[in-house]
Nanobody, 131 residues
Framework: QVQLVESGGGSVQSGGSLSLSCTVS????????MGWFRQAPGKEREGVAA???????TYAESVKGRFTVSQDNAKNMVYLQMNSLKPEDTAMYYC?????????????????????????WGQGTQVTVSS
């Protein structure tokens, strides 16, 4: 079982920045995608950004140029730097992981933003952006 713990959420004014962290219990050595997702009240969970074991990244159009996903394999950590935050970024943010065997196929960057592709999830951290 893989455990994920998010931290770093909070409240910020529009235009501000927040940095989220995700601690992963499994050693980030195998092939994987680590994703960040968010869910606002009354809305479906949506992919925000993801990074794979090769360092390939993918972003939702709504956050491109504002959010940056990164990882530190030595610390088993994944990060989401969020700049120029907008009120519409307000949501619960989740970290998720999916591990795979390369010869069996891997997710495309588009697939890596789909919640149903992920196996393990954290409990989430709230991000609130006020206008």
């Amino acid at each position: 079982q893989v455990q994920l713990v998010e931290s770093g959420g909070g409240s910020v004014q529009s235009g501000g920045s927040l940095s989220l962290s995700c601690t992963v219990s499994k050693y980030l050595q195998s092939s994987y995608w680590m994703g960040w997702f968010r869910q606002a009240p009354g809305k479906e969970r949506e992919g925000v950004a993801a990074i794979d074991s090769d360092g390939t990244t993918t972003y939702a159009e709504s956050v491109k140029g504002r959010f940056t996903v990164s990882q530190d394999n030595a610390k088993n950590m994944v990060y989401l730097q969020m700049n120029s935050l907008k009120p519409e970024d307000t949501a619960m943010y989740y970290c998720a992981a999916v591990f795979f065997v390369p010869r069996w196929g891997r997710l495309t960057p588009v697939q890596a933003l789909l919640p149903h592709e992920y196996t393990f999830w954290g409990q989430g951290t709230q991000v609130t952006v006020s206008s």
